[in-house]
């Protein structure tokens, strides 16, 4: 499977958790919706969505024994305000739900590789 089926898969299922966690009271998944506009509006085109991520990973020192999180972290934050909008990361509540989608794909090994060797894939 191509990075670009990969993104658009890892894509979907971060919505459908986006959307699980909105309907739950009182968790730090919550986050604000963000305005239609942003989800339409000056959008990267998937190009270069992935040129700008493997910029930010490239930057990582890869003798740092947390890269590989970090990595998962850019990704993951540059996916999700690629969907969802710049202004996401506005929101007070949007790096928890950060916290909580990356500590549970790191949780499920299979995922977490497979997150893992398509971030290889960018750099």
């Known amino acids: 499977m191509d990075p670009v089926s990969n993104v658009s898969q890892l894509v979907?299922?971060?919505r459908k958790q986006l959307a699980e966690s909105q309907n739950k009271p009182n968790t730090s998944a919550n986050v604000s919706p963000p305005p239609?506009?942003?989800l339409t509006s000056?959008?990267?085109n998937i190009?270069?969505?992935?040129?700008?991520t493997r910029e930010k990973i490239g930057r990582l020192d890869p003798s740092d024994p947390k890269v590989q999180?970090?990595?998962i972290r850019i990704f993951l934050e540059s996916v999700l305000t690629w969907q969802f909008g710049e202004s996401?990361?506005?929101d007070p509540k949007f790096y928890g739900l950060l916290e909580d989608v990356q500590n549970a794909i790191e949780s499920d090994p299979d995922v977490c590789q497979n997150l893992?060797?398509?971030i290889a894939k960018l750099r």
Do not use: V
Request: proline share 0%; net charge positive.
């Open 12 to 14: 979907a299922i971060l």
């Open 36 to 38: 239609k506009s942003a």
């Open 42 to 44: 000056g959008r990267l």
């Open 47 to 52: 190009d270069e969505l992935q040129r700008k």
């Open 69 to 71: 999180h970090k990595s």
């Open 88 to 90: 996401l990361i506005e």
């Open 116 to 118: 893992t060797n398509l």
